[in-house]
C-alpha cells in the first residue's frame, strides 16, 4: 500500500509539470529508497529462494537468514526459475488424457476445478480483452505438446486452459480467461515462458468470502 502511495505521488508531479520522462518518474524510485519499506524488502531479499529449497537445508537457510538480517550464507540467492522443475516427457507415445491419480472427490474437502471456481466468487466483464496473452500459439500445440503435454490445462487451478483437438488431429488451445484466480501458475510454470499474465481491466477476479 505504501509503495501504491508513492507511485501516486510520483505520478501527480508528472502530470503537474506534464514530465512524463523517465527523470521525472525515476523519482518514485528515490521515494522507496528514502522510505521504510526499503529497509523492511530489503531483509526478505533472500527468503523465497530459501523457501524453494529442499529438505531440512530450507530452515537452516532460513534461520541463517534471520540471524543476518536477510544476508544468509549467500547474498543474493540465486533465483531459479520455477518452469526449470518440469522433465520432459520420456515417452513420447504418452497418451494426451493421461493425468496423475487425484484424490476421490467428495464435493466438501476435494472439489472438482470448476466447484472450486464457482465458489471463489471469480467475476470478470466478459466482453474484455484477454488478459492471457500467448505470443506463439503454435509452440503449444507442438513442442510444448510433444515435450509436456501442455501442462497449463493440469496446473491450473481454474480451468482456463483446455486443448481441443478436431478429427482430423489438428489442435488448438482454447483460453476461459474469465474463470482466471490471478493465482499467476501458467505465467511462472510455463516450460517455453509462452504465457504472459497482464492485468484485466475492472480488477475483476476471485471474491473469496468463505476463507
Known amino acids: 500500500m505504501k509503495s501504491g502511495m508513492l507511485a501516486a505521488e510520483a505520478i501527480l508531479a508528472a502530470l503537474d509539470c506534464e514530465n512524463y520522462s523517465a527523470e521525472t518518474l525515476g523519482a518514485y524510485a528515490q521515494s522507496v529508497d528514502r522510505s521504510w519499506i526499503k529497509k523492511e524488502l ?11 529449497q529442499k ?4 530452515f537452516i537457510t532460513i534461520g541463517a537468514q534471520y540471524l543476518s538480517g536477510g544476508r544468509g550464507f549467500v547474498d543474493p540467492m540465486e533465483i531459479k526459475k520455477d518452469r526449470l522443475s518440469l522433465r520432459k516427457l520420456e515417452n513420447t507415445t504418452v497418451p494426451q488424457t493421461m493425468s496423475p491419480e487425484t484424490q476421490d472427490l467428495d464435493g466438501k474437502l476435494y472439489l472438482d476445478k470448476l466447484t472450486g471456481l464457482y465458489l471463489s466468487g471469480t467475476t470478470h466483464e466478459e466482453n474484455q480483452p ?10 503449444c500445440v507442438g513442442e510444448c505438446f510433444d515435450n509436456y503435454r501442455c501442462p497449463c490445462i493440469r496446473f491450473c487451478p481454474a480451468q482456463v486452459y483446455e486443448l481441443e483437438e478436431d478429427p482430423d488431429g489438428s489442435r488448438r488451445l482454447k483460453l476461459n480467461p474469465s474463470n482466471c484466480l490471478h493465482c499467476k501458475t501458467c505465467e511462472i510454470k510455463d516450460p517455453y515462458e509462452n504465457i504472459i499474465w497482464t492485468c484485466p481491466e475492472g480488477g475483476g477476479g476471485p471474491k473469496y468470502s468463505i476463507l
Not at 42 to 52: C, K, M, V
Not at 55 to 58: E, L, P, Q, Y
Open 130 to 139: 484477454c488478459h492471457l496473452n500467448i505470443p506463439d500459439q503454435s509452440i
Open 55 to 58: 529438505g531440512v537445508g530450507k
Open 42 to 52: 530489503y531483509s526478505a531479499r533472500n527468503f523465497d529462494q530459501a523457501l524453494s
